[in-house]
């Protein structure tokens, strides 16, 4: 590198003097000539243009001296204070003279005062400052595979701006065992450059080759360009296409969306061109199937979901794929694309019931199988994992007897009253996430069995019925109930048979098998009967038949179906007394003794005097309701000596029932009264109240020592009896009512033939006892009168007898109360205090009584 600098710089010199010597050969013709080479720097030396002119330095500025150049004139320039031509911009010879052989800078120099003109030329000389150019970086040569060898391919030579050697251009090419460069030249600078084929190409194996050809100029120094040559091997459609994979496989869920893409096929051919571009499509042995659910793009390859995926339909899919190119005549290969559907949870469980015992009796033992139940989930995996649970709070529960299915088995006992039907509700449940579900109802049916007897409202009942009654009248509706179902709730009734005193009970009452309607077969007589008590069966249809009882108390309520009726004497005739003439006003002449049969206020009696036939005023009157007939006033001789009296006794019903009696009285003298009557009251007042004092005192002492009151009632009565065996008030079927006072208790006992709350054995006494003061319906006078003193009947007054009346009429009513409640309550096994509550009402239905005396 060091040397060609030296050779260069030598060179520069030899022109430099060469140029002086011409330029001083020239002086004389009036035309300078000069040389620079080219690409000479700035201020470069060209000539001393003023000496060789002739001309002084000091007379350059006043004469005007100045250069001139017809074409770029700034190449060169004057230096006035010198008269040195210098170079003044870069020269470049091919820009100013292509590649012309002769290259020169025309200039004119002006001087004024005088004018003159003078021509100066400077030849350019050329330098090797241009390497050959190619017309481009490539050169591209496309060679088909199968051309043959020694075939030769035309390249373009490079070009250099330079002139004589250093133009002259010589081509090598970069090794390569498949080509070889030849040159031809035509003259001395023209070249004709070709590739020779030296061996077969084969694109497959070498698509492409890259060769560097490099042009190299004869200036020194050399300088040289280069172009890559860019060979192409062009295909012959002599190759198949390959896929990259034999087999390609994917795995899509069955719930991928249309247009999901499946997986991309890959096929090369190792051609190219149309010989390499592959067409896919299915393989003429696929189903119709693929084809609604897959489609594959013919140029990019895709294949793509076009149908519904279904795993529990098909699990997978083997498609056959194809690749053919375009080549003539075309080429193929075959793949296998292997699609596996991934199972989702998108179906729900299924429940089928196979077999069912309905309905199931109500007393069936537990674990007795009420129905079969398959369940079933067409999912596979968790997603068809299957468990079943049941309604809660049901007798039931499922076992699992195989895989998939469950008994329904009665888990408690069952009762078909309190619940008649189940709706028991299967729920299968899958372990997919989030999971499934389904659910079936089973209706089971619970059959009744005859467990439940018939039970009534309540276990007895209370009935008032009027006496008196039409036979055959409906007294009451028992009704029992069933909890039972169909014929085991089917209730009959019937009467529970027994006697009533001597007669049959269904002589008395019947009821009716389906209705329970209980009738009065005939009339009910208060005053023979006045309760019946009895038991009514209700038996249901099952097998075997269950039944229970309800008691009926029937109570026969009074009506005023009986007149009074008088005792004594009275009750046949007329009744005669004696009374003295000298008897003062307020005498009691004789007692009207009268009872009903009824009860209550039908039986509750009240005495009238019946005004005389001849419209006197009777010296008599009656008490209303003690029935003493007593002196108004003294009598006298105007009196009239046998007066006829008329007493209507009546009772309180309705209608008001009554009867009369006679009354006649006769006016003595006292002294025919007293021979009569003596022996009389000797024996009615002595004796009798010393028998009454005894037998109260009795009474309370045995009453005192002992609870049995029968005893004591039985004790008193036979006392009673052998005091006065001819009084009649023992004798059977004669009632007896003893009076203490006016304005005092009483009570009232009469033998009848009839049976009470039990009805068995031999007929009671019936005892009953009312206290029931004044009736708020009496004047003072009446008052009055049932405050007199009481008297016998001859008029003698008897205080220990008449309080000893009162206590004793105190301690019968106790009796009487205590004695009917205890022989109820010992055979109808109730509280006593019921039973007075019983009494109670019933006697304030009969709110006012009677009262008589002896």
């Excluded at 096929?265 to 189903?287: K, M, T």
Aim: proline share 5%; hydrophobic share 40%; with cysteine.
């Amino acid at each position: 590198m060091l040397f060609s600098r030296l050779r260069g710089l030598r060179a520069r010199r030899l022109l430099l003097l060469s140029l002086l010597l011409l330029i001083g050969w020239q002086a004389g013709s009036g035309q300078l000539h000069y040389s620079v080479s080219e690409e000479a720097k700035h201020g470069t030396f060209v000539g001393r243009i003023a000496q060789d002119l002739g001309l002084e330095l000091a007379e350059l500025v006043p004469r005007l001296f100045r250069v001139a150049s017809k074409d770029r004139g700034d190449l060169l320039e004057v230096n006035l204070q010198n008269g040195i031509l210098f170079v003044n911009s870069r020269i470049d010879r091919e820009a100013l003279c292509g590649r012309s052989e002769e290259c020169s800078i025309h200039l004119e120099v002006i001087v004024d005062r005088p004018l003159q003109v003078f021509h100066v030329n400077v030849k350019v000389k050329d330098i090797n400052d241009n390497p050959p150019v190619f017309k481009g970086s490539e050169q591209r040569i496309f060679i088909p595979e199968n051309r043959q060898l020694g075939s030769r391919f035309p390249l373009e030579g490079a070009a250099d701006a330079d002139i004589g050697v250093n133009s002259l251009l010589t081509y090598t090419l970069s090794p390569t065992e498949y080509f070889s460069l030849k040159v031809e030249t035509t003259d001395e600078l023209s070249k004709s450059l070709s590739l020779e084929l030296r061996k077969s190409l084969d694109r497959e194996e070498t698509p492409e080759l890259q060769l560097l050809l490099t042009a190299t100029d004869g200036g020194k120094p050399e300088l040289e360009g280069t172009v890559r040559l860019q060979i192409t091997v062009l295909d012959v459609n002599d190759n198949a296409p390959l896929f990259d994979q034999a087999v390609y496989r994917a795995q899509l869920v069955e719930s991928t969306a249309n247009g999901t893409l499946v997986t991309t096929l890959n096929a090369s051919d190792a051609d190219e061109g149309v010989n390499g571009e592959v067409v896919f499509s299915f393989g003429n042995d696929v189903s119709a199937d693929i084809q609604e659910k897959f489609k594959v793009d013919s140029i990019l390859g895709e294949i793509r979901v076009i149908g519904d995926l279904d795993y529990e339909k098909i699990k997978s899919y083997e498609i056959q794929v194809k690749a053919v190119d375009k080549g003539t005549p075309p080429m193929s290969n075959h793949c296998k694309v292997l699609v596996k559907v991934l199972d989702i949870n998108d179906n729900t469980p299924e429940l089928e019931i196979t077999s069912l015992s309905l309905p199931i009796k109500e007393d069936a033992p537990l674990s007795t199988v009420i129905a079969l139940i398959k369940v079933s989930d067409r999912d596979s995996g968790d997603n068809g994992q299957v468990t079943c649970s049941l309604t809660p709070h049901v007798p039931f529960k499922l076992v699992s007897t195989f895989k998939n299915y469950y008994s329904l088995v009665l888990d408690s006992a069952l009762d078909r009253e309190t619940t008649a039907d189940y709706k028991v509700v299967v729920t299968a449940r899958d372990g997919g996430s989030p999971s499934l579900w389904a659910t079936a109802s089973v209706s089971v049916e619970v059959a009744d069995v005859n467990d439940n007897a018939p039970a009534f409202a309540q276990p007895e009942y209370t009935v008032f019925v009027k006496e008196n009654n039409p036979p055959g009248a409906h007294i009451f509706t028992v009704s029992a109930t069933d909890a039972d179902a169909q014929e085991n709730a089917l209730v009959s009734y019937s009467l529970v048979e027994r006697r009533v005193g001597e007669r049959l009970l269904s002589s008395f009452v019947s009821v009716h098998a389906e209705s329970g309607k209980v009738f009065a077969l005939q009339p009910l007589d208060h005053e023979e009967l006045e309760l019946l008590q009895f038991q009514v069966s209700a038996r249901d249809a099952g097998v075997p038949a269950l039944g229970s009882n309800v008691t009926l108390q029937v109570f026969v309520l009074d009506e005023n179906d009986n007149a009074p009726a008088l005792l004594g004497p009275q009750a046949g005739s007329s009744v005669s007394e004696l009374v003295s003439r000298s008897i003062g006003a307020g005498h009691v002449v004789t007692k009207v003794r009268a009872v009903d049969a009824d009860s209550g206020y039908n039986a509750w009696l009240s005495y009238e005097l019946q005004p005389s036939t001849g419209g006197a005023r009777s010296p008599f009157r009656v008490g209303l309701y003690t029935g003493e007939i007593s002196t108004t006033r003294a009598l006298d001789e105007a009196d009239a000596p046998r007066q006829r009296l008329l007493v209507l006794v009546k009772d309180h019903g309705e209608p008001v029932l009554t009867t009369t009696a006679t009354v006649l009285v006769s006016l003595v003298e006292s002294g025919q009264i007293q021979k009569a009557s003596l022996p009389v009251l000797t024996g009615a007042v002595g004796p009798q109240a010393s028998l009454v004092d005894v037998n109260v005192y009795l009474i309370i002492a045995i009453c005192a020592v002992s609870s049995l009151l029968v005893l004591t009632l039985l004790l008193y009565t036979a006392l009673r009896c052998s005091a006065t065996p001819t009084d009649g008030a023992c004798a059977p079927g004669k009632p007896v009512l003893v009076c203490s006072s006016a304005v005092g208790s009483w009570s009232y006992s009469q033998q009848r033939r009839q049976r009470v709350c039990s009805g068995e054995g031999l007929p009671k006494t019936d005892l009953m006892a009312f206290s029931p003061g004044l009736s708020p319906g009496l004047n003072i006078l009446e008052r009055s009168e049932q405050a007199e003193v009481n008297s016998d009947l001859s008029g003698n007054v008897s205080p220990n007898l008449s309080y000893d009346f009162n206590l004793f009429l105190d301690l019968t009513s106790f009796l009487k109360v205590s004695l009917f409640t205890r022989e109820c309550s010992l055979e109808r096994k109730i509280p006593r205090a019921s039973l007075l509550l019983q009494i109670k009402r019933r006697e304030k239905l009969q709110d006012l009584s009677r009262c008589q005396t002896i």
